[in-house]
């Protein structure tokens, strides 16, 4: 301030009042003006003026202090600060302002006030003498000791700060070169102080009372540096005793996640990834690359595209699960009682199961093969999947397959696209957590080929045990070892599976299910399930046997159970509308006791199942009421189906017109069918009048439920006996059903899929099944019980097919047709 003891301020200084902020003398202060006096100095002071005497204002603390406010100016605080505008910035937004920088130079008194418009002016007392300053230094007695002090606490409160800061270093230089008497002025304003202690150092005018006043906010201020400084130190102990007590004392087993969770608070983005990438115990390779895209990343803008690509990657790599793994708790006596408890019936299917899950115990390193599921819908293929992974204690993963026609679907996009991901089997590991899960690949029958690559080939890799061990997907581009997950792959049919991909697995044939083993399955799996289901009890609904066997055998018509939950699913439904309504209207009378149906007489059956809006498929002897429809037997990937064969003819020139979704062999078993009738017409007594029975007549084959394409040679002998009660008149049994292919010189040929056909055949309530001869050994797969229940006619020979399937037999003009004779 020695620098400034030449300066006198004016007597009359133009006053800037303001409302925050308390100028001090040797300091700078950034002022808002806005109000319309302050802005009128502004204007015709500052703005216009020209010598360095116009620079100089006085500023006044605009104080509330009521103390003050009887001063001979009450309006405003006597004494004020003559400051130098160094700066003078305008803005008209938000509103119109002026932001002035102003250097404090000394205090001053309003002496009178001589004016108030547009700005106030003032005579003014200067209260500092700036002379003094300089002999401060000599000062002695109790202002020389006062200064002293102040100088050593302002040196402690220095050191204290951090030194490596610039604006640190400068201060303390400052510190030694300012003259002692301006540091109260000077600290108060750079320490943390409120304005109500500011305008207390402005207001103590003698110096002594000022160092007085400044010395305890000084104290204070190192005071609360140290203590914040204690704690900062103490702070890690901190977190981690808090760690400590989270991880052991409330989530013993799921440490990590915790661990993460503390990382997640660390700001550092980076550095935590890079925590996370060497806590992952990845392999060396996977390490590597992981350690050099972290080495990029950190080199990368935050804002540029590839960051978050990058990013995204290593989040990815530390998430896999590449050295966790769950142990295997086999048991086989535990495992067959669970295997036995899940499921009802499926005897082989089991067996082969434990006899897989033997032979792991056995030898843990097995690169078995891997089983697939073969069967229709809703036979439990699925559960029996989840029911291994139980019994081994591993994790499941259900990865559908169905419909999947890309190659990255499995190994995944290469990281250039945008978007880019890995594919499902490094997506489902990340899900599983676990390196060895049990993945069922459902529906593998159902993968389909595009440009993209055929998926069935990345899957060839993923399967293979020789190959899987080092699977690279495409995102990662480093191998993973596969060759601990256990792979189930489920299908309805073989018949589209690749050939390569069918080759690595063993089929486990699951066929549909007979009427009592439905019954029994309903009762100890459905029903209870469904009932948990929609939050009934035992006691609210029973479902008579007779009523599940209704359900069965009239409702549903299908080889696995999954219509047959459904139904109960609706039953259910229904009698929990009931039984909620119950509950307001009266209890006595619960209406379940009435929809229970514990007579099981079929008419409280009925209107159960009427309520529960199910509705029952046409019986099927109404459809066989005039000639020319035959009931034939088909396989499809849902099991085993009747299936109608309807013939009709009119006038016409001898055409076939052939209806239904037929494939090509399906066509030519109907031209095979027709031509062997033509050919044997006179022996069947099928003329009439003239020698070709179709001489003038055309005909029409149908094949209802026509959305399902039917292809298949087995249709023939069901072709030929329609075709036989279209020519004849008579009606066919309406309890037989047929397969069979057939030859142009009647001899009947054995075909596949004979346990789902009569299955399904029993389904329909049929009597009589007509199978070639050839497939009698197939018979011995069907339950006895089945057996029994159905009368079977091996046929083979097309005379057979039709001796059997019209009552009484079917009339012939020769006792042995030619075909009799031949051998096959
Ligand atoms: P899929 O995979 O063969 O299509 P799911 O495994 O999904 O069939 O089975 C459908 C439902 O039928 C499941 O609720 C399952 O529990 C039940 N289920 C099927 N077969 C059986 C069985 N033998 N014993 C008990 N429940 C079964």
């Not at 002999?135 to 000791?145: F, N, S, T």
């Not at 018949?495 to 439905?518: C, H, N, S």
């Not at 034939?632 to 016409?652: H, K, N, Y």
């Not at 149908?702 to 006996?721: C, N, Q, Y």
């Amino acid at each position: 301030m020695s620098s400034n003891s030449g300066i006198q301020i004016p007597s009359r200084l133009p006053l800037l009042c303001t409302h925050d902020g308390v100028l001090l003398p040797g300091s700078t202060m950034r002022i808002s003006v806005d109000t319309a006096r302050n802005m009128q100095l502004v204007k015709s002071r500052l703005l216009k003026g020209t010598s360095l005497k116009s620079t100089i204002i006085g500023v006044i603390p605009n104080t509330r202090d009521p103390e003050h406010d009887s001063d001979e100016l009450p309006s405003l605080h006597s004494i004020g600060t003559a400051g130098l505008a160094v700066q003078v910035v305008g803005s008209n937004w938000p509103k119109p302002h002026y932001t002035l920088l102003i250097t404090g130079l000394c205090r001053f008194r309003v002496t009178q006030l001589l004016r108030e418009r547009p700005f106030p002016v003032a005579e003014v007392e200067q209260l500092d003498k700036l002379e003094q300053y300089t002999e401060g230094d000599q000062a002695d007695g109790e202002l020389g000791e006062l200064s002293l002090r102040f100088h050593q606490a302002a040196l402690q409160l220095v050191g204290m700060l951090d030194m490596s800061v610039p604006v640190v270093a400068k201060l303390r230089r400052l510190l030694d070169s300012l003259p002692r008497e301006t540091l109260p002025d000077v600290l108060a304003s750079m320490i943390r102080t409120s304005n109500k202690e500011k305008l207390q150092v402005l207001d103590a005018v003698d110096l002594e009372e000022r160092f007085k006043k400044a010395l305890p906010l000084l104290t204070r201020q190192i005071e609360g540096l140290k203590l914040l400084q204690k704690t900062r130190k103490r702070r890690p102990d901190d977190d981690k005793r808090v760690l400590a007590i989270r991880k052991g004392g409330v989530f013993p087993g799921r440490q990590f996640s915790l661990d993460e969770e503390a990382e997640d608070e660390d700001g550092d983005d980076t550095a935590m990834l890079e925590k996370k990438v060497k806590a992952a115990a990845m392999p060396e390779a996977a390490l590597r690359v992981c350690l050099k895209e972290l080495k990029r990343l950190k080199k990368m803008p935050q804002s540029m595209p590839e960051y978050a690509l990058t990013r995204n990657y290593l989040e990815m790599m530390v998430e896999l699960p590449w050295s966790k793994s769950t142990t295997d708790c086999l048991d086989i006596p535990a495992a067959r009682v669970l295997l036995d408890n899940d499921h009802y019936a499926m005897e082989k299917l089991k067996r082969r199961v434990l006899e897989y899950l033997a032979v792991r115990q056995l030898k843990s390193t097995l690169k078995g093969p891997i089983l697939c599921f073969v069967g229709p819908p809703g036979v439990g293929k699925t559960s029996v999947g989840r029911s291994i992974a139980r019994t081994l204690g591993r994790e499941f993963h259900r990865i559908a397959l169905g419909g999947v026609c890309d190659q990255s679907d499995i190994r995944g996009h290469r990281r250039t696209y945008v978007g880019s991901m890995p594919g499902r089997i490094i997506n489902g590991l990340k899900t599983a957590g676990v390196n060895n899960p049990v993945f069922l690949l459902d529906e593998v029958d159902k993968l389909g080929k595009s440009l993209q690559g055929d998926p069935a080939a990345a899957l060839l890799e993923v399967l293979d045990p020789e190959q899987n061990h080092s699977f690279t997907d495409h995102y990662l581009n480093v191998p993973f070892d596969l060759s601990q997950v256990l792979f189930i792959a489920t299908a309805n049919t073989t018949a589209t599976i690749p050939p390569a991909l069918l080759d690595r697995m063993e089929v486990l044939q699951v066929p549909g299910y007979t009427q009592e083993e439905k019954v029994e399955i309903a009762h100890r799996h459905l029903i209870p399930h469904q009932l948990e289901q929609h939050g009934l009890t035992p006691q609210q609904l029973q479902i008579p046997q007779d009523t599940i066997k209704d359900i069965i055998s009239k409702y549903t018509r299908e080889a696995g159970v999954r219509s047959l939950e459904r139904k109960i699913g609706a039953i259910c439904r229904a009698v929990a509308v009931k039984v909620a309504e119950g509950h307001k209207v009266s209890r006595a009378e619960s209406p379940t006791e009435q929809h229970a149906g514990k007579t099981g007489t079929s008419s409280s059956h009925t209107s159960l199942l009427f309520t529960a809006g199910i509705t029952p498929a046409p019986p099927v002897s109404e459809r066989l009421t005039l000639p020319g429809v035959a009931i034939g037997l088909a396989w499809t990937p849902m099991g085993g189906e009747i299936m109608f064969v309807e013939a009709s003819r009119m006038e016409g020139e001898g055409q076939l017109t052939l209806t239904g979704q037929l494939g090509d062999v399906m066509k030519e078993s109907a031209h095979l069918a027709i031509s062997w009738l033509r050919s044997n017409a006179k022996t069947y007594l099928l003329t009439t009048g003239s020698a070709d029975p179709l001489e003038g007549t055309d005909i029409h084959l149908h094949f209802p439920a026509g959305a399902v394409t039917k292809d298949g040679p087995s249709a023939g002998v069901t072709i030929v006996t329609c075709l036989a009660s279209l020519l004849s008149g008579r009606l066919v049994r309406s309890d037989v059903a047929m397969t069979g292919e057939i030859t142009l010189r009647g001899l009947v040929l054995p075909v596949g899929g004979i346990k789902d056909k009569v299955l399904a055949a029993h389904r329909a309530n049929l009597k009589r099944v007509i199978v070639p001869k050839r497939n009698e050994k197939d018979l011995e797969e069907i339950p006895a019980h089945v057996r029994a229940d159905l009368d079977f006619v091996f046929a083979s020979t097309l005379d057979e097919v039709l001796k059997a399937a019209f009552d009484g037999g079917f009339p012939t003009a020769v006792s042995h047709p030619q075909v009799l004779n031949s051998k096959h």
